[in-house]
DNA sequence: CATTTTTAGTGATTTACATCACAAAAAATG
DNA sequence: CATTTTTTGTGATGTAAATCACTAAAAATG
């Protein structure tokens, strides 16, 4: 997605760019910093999440292979609204506000395609608002695996293609940990899932989308 | 903002645009239904919401003067992933898709902005996820009551200046009728409100705010 | 490799909120 | 303007999920 402007431009692209290395649970910026610029994830798995009081937080989405993160900061606010994690070490690109401006106004194509993808993550968004309103913790659950799997993939061995720690898959699901855990148990029991350790196979896509789609 | 472009091209919409009138309850599109254009309220106002099950829905929120309806289904996705009823009686300005797609290909400062009027609701959409997740109801209803004011201002007797049905306004907290109802009267007791029928006046917006603010 | 720290696992208890089940008032409708 | 329909007001009851309060296992760390 970096890579979506003009030809031309990209010289002054690399030559404004910033390369980062980041380590397994260093955190990239939080929310309350100013912003400065927008970063794309070039390797590795970030999680963009909110935090609430001490150790309350909500995962909104996760980042990999070539996402934008922080573009919420953009316009009048000039404070990120989310913080962002690496989840794993990674490489994650910078590009300050100014020349990412300029990018915008000299590739209407590129400002075109991330309009576009805002509208989907808008989408996105309010899709899970609306399943932290009015579903249970159950379907969120299964929601949330649903589209773990979707987005990541799976292994050799069946298991959905990244490991999340307990926490930070409620923190996912909107839930807190022991209810997760618990959910997760009554899966197991009827057989929808497997674990072992931080891997989860689906079983039985079918029945966790069923609970993703009823009614209460 | 439908008015963000070229002169130039003003003539064009003329040409292209559809103006509807629209009576308060009026259904403007639906979710499912299949995208043709977006829309644009001239007057009156819409509420935009997602419908869950045969009674529950959750309202994202207000569209008033001058704002875009229905650009959530722009790109990939053909349906509309929400509906929009009118709240009162308004007009509507319809614009078909095509024509649209190229006023953004045309107008890049049209599309920049829309852009950005994404990112600020994008920001908005993940406040208000992270307020479904975590804030109790009273806080949730403190912080709709605060926004309406934001949004609507306020009349000469100093209520606000929209008036909602409790139902709609639970809609809009995401929460049962009931239990916003018992909200409200604590809130009186507490002198943090005032109501009169369906009007409500806002005694002290700092404590309504604190309750915005509080950890659990 | 011993020890601090983090993550996982699990029951008992509490509570915020939804659900149910009504009555009364207000608004819409023929 | 009488009557159906919608909105409002309010208690009683149920329950999903948070909170609390621990033990056990893994990982990280010096």
Chains 1, 2 share one sequence.
Request: aromatic share 8%.
């Amino acid at each position: 997605m970096c890579r979506n402007c003009l030809k031309q431009w990209q010289p002054a692209i690399a030559a404004n760019k910033v390369n980062l290395k980041v380590k397994r649970g260093e955190v990239i910026f939080n929310e309350g910093d100013e912003v400065r610029g927008v970063y794309f994830v070039y390797d590795g798995v970030v999680k963009v999440h909110k935090k609430w009081g001490a150790d309350k937080e909500l995962i909104i989405r996760f980042a990999t292979g070539g996402a934008i993160l922080g573009h919420r900061g953009l316009g009048s606010n000039n404070i990120y609204p989310i913080s962002a994690t690496a989840l794993e070490d990674g490489i994650i690109c910078y590009i300050d506000l100014p020349f990412f401006e300029s990018t915008l106004k000299v590739n209407t194509d590129f400002t075109y395609n991330l309009m576009l993808f805002f509208a989907s993550e808008l989408q996105e968004s309010e899709r899970k608002m609306r399943n932290l309103a009015h579903m249970s913790v159950k379907g969120r659950v299964a929601q949330a695996l649903i589209s773990l799997r979707d987005q990541f993939g799976k292994k050799e061995d069946g298991s959905i293609n990244i490991e999340l720690s307990r926490q930070d898959l409620a923190s996912y699901a909107g839930a807190t940990y022991e209810t997760v855990f618990r959910v997760l148990n009554e899966m197991l029991k009827e057989n929808l899932i497997k674990t072992s350790g931080k891997k989860i196979i689906i079983n039985n896509r079918e029945k966790l989308l069923d609970l993703t789609a009823q009614e209460s």
